[in-house]
């Protein structure tokens, strides 16, 4: 069946760079997104990939998508206290045009 | 702000009784999905609303249900309620059900004791 992992936390220090990992197991995934989700708030759509690209650059954001290990990652540049985050890895399955596929989140600690 | 109201913002409900979600969604989108999000774990896909039909559900029994109303705002019920419905239930609306452009809601809150 679909699934998607995600490592639970992740600590940096402020300035370095972020890389969130994600691992996915249905090759017939036409969409790949990043989720972040802040305490009280809904989620906020960062970025997505479309499955034939590699890679994906947005401002500070980075997505590069390795389809033969089925391997997602997430990039944050010059890391901030605001991005302290949970963030969301999610795939959209091809014979789907609307169900998300979700992880379970990687908490983002940012440390001084 | 994304323009998805969700109400109300917290509820505790007892084990058996029934409870209705709100959703209004953004102006000019025409489908609402549903999702649960239990604590510390990435969102579960109920079902989606489009022009007033549901169109596509996830793995959820048929205690869990919905409208959507001419002006596409939508309603999640759920009967019977168990103490694993507590979660944060989230709707997204968008155009068409295209996730690059949905946008959600802050979620409500669900304690059923």
């Known amino acids: 069946g679909e699934d998607v992992e995600q490592s639970l936390f992740l600590s940096v220090r402020e300035g370095d760079s972020s890389v969130i990992n994600c691992t996915y197991t249905?090759?017939?995934?036409?969409?790949l997104y990043w989720y972040k989700q802040e305490p009280g708030a809904g989620l906020q759509l960062l970025t997505y990939?479309?499955?034939n690209m590699d890679m994906k650059q947005d401002q500070r954001l980075t997505v590069l998508l390795n389809k033969k290990d089925k391997h997602l990652s997430l990039r944050i540049a010059d890391t901030q206290t605001g991005d302290s985050a949970i963030y969301f890895c999610?795939?959209?399955?091809?014979?789907?045009?609307?169900?998300?596929?979700w992880g379970a989140g990687t908490k983002l600690i940012i440390k001084p | 702000e994304t323009g998805v109201t969700q109400s109300p913002t917290h509820l505790i409900k007892t084990r058996g009784q029934q409870v209705t979600l709100r959703c209004s969604s953004q102006?000019?989108?025409?489908?609402v999905s549903w999702y649960q999000q239990a604590l510390g774990q990435g969102p579960q896909f109920i079902f989606q609303?489009?022009?007033?039909?549901?169109?596509g559900r996830g793995n959820f029994p048929p205690r869990f249900s919905g409208l959507q109303f001419p002006n596409y705002s939508s309603e999640l019920n759920v009967n019977a309620l168990e103490l694993d419905d507590s979660a944060l239930y989230l709707c997204?609306?968008?155009?068409?059900?295209?996730?690059?452009?949905?946008?959600f809601g802050q979620g409500t809150r669900l304690t059923v004791v």
């Open positions: 997204a609306s968008s155009f068409a059900g295209v996730m690059t452009e949905a946008f």
């Open positions: 102006s000019g989108h025409n489908t």
């Open positions: 609303y489009y022009r007033e039909e549901e169109n």
């Open positions: 249905d090759s017939s995934s036409t969409y």
């Open positions: 990939i479309f499955s």
């Open positions: 999610a795939e959209r399955l091809m014979d789907s045009n609307y169900q998300l596929i």
